[in-house]
């Protein structure tokens, strides 16, 4: 199992712990991440115990997170807003490519309920 690290979020836009984002702020979106996607395909996730798969979903929206808080942009559940602010192609593929992949997470991954049957008891427990 896997367990997510602040580094592993801030490397999805190469940002840095000093200059960008710190800690506290990574973990803060982490645990956003973790709520907003437990809740979106049914299934509590845990940040320090999670699959390869979890963890990449994690990761990513928690860093769509930190690339709105860097740029001044705001993010709630899955909506995100950069608002006026000017940013690169490249970063903008990026973000697009990563959201797309949470996405795809939730689509893929999301609980279906259970089925109730109903039998009929013919009585012939023989």
């Known amino acids: 199992m896997v367990s997510i690290t602040e580094d592993e979020v801030r490397a999805r836009f190469h940002f840095d712990e000093t200059a960008d984002i710190g800690n506290t702020e990574v973990g803060n979106f982490l645990d956003e991440a973790v709520a907003i996607l437990s809740q979106a395909i049914g299934v509590t996730l845990d940040k320090t115990d999670c699959t390869e798969l979890q963890a990449n979903a994690l990761r990513n929206l928690a860093a769509l997170y930190c690339y709105c808080w860097v740029t001044g942009g705001s993010a709630a559940g899955l909506n995100f ?11 903008q593929k990026t973000f697009d490519f990563i959201k797309a992949s949470v996405e795809e997470f939730i689509r893929r991954n999301k609980s279906k309920p259970i089925p109730f049957v109903v039998a009929q008891d013919d009585g012939d427990l023989t």
Do not use: A, H
Request: charged share 20%; no cysteine.
């Open 81 to 91: 807003s950069i608002g006026d602010i000017n940013i690169s192609e490249s970063s």
